[in-house]
């Protein structure tokens, strides 16, 4: 999964800076860079980041889940095969996992939301700024 980000973002790059032409400038209203405002960049970035992260996050989360529920399993399944009872503790980490897991794709699916979605209905630059930032908070929180 990693390397197909790796490869599909590399190519969305190409694509979009080098073959399109669109490229980043400073917007002095949101205080922070933008794409260019062309009717093709704009369309272009909405899909290409937008659904593009969104869909990492959502594959993200799926896999997180499916590997906590199926490690959970395999765990009591070799717990009762060794007539090992599981503890309330180990059963309150694997919970804990999986709200974790289930927590951070939220949060960044929320970043995603407030920076494509709410931001630009909005007409204060400071609340701007700090909208339009709660995204990369989001990423570097998350971590």
Known sequence: MRNIIWVASAIWCLVLYEMIGCHFSYDSESWSLVFLATPLCVQLTWYSDFTFNTSLVIMTIVTNLLTAVQAGRKSRQLMNAAGIK????????????????FFQGTTIFTGQVTYYIIAPLLSNPVIIFIVGTLWAFMHAAEG
């Open 86 to 101: 599981m503890s309330k503790r180990q059963r309150q980490r694997e919970l804990n996992f999986i709200k974790q897991t």
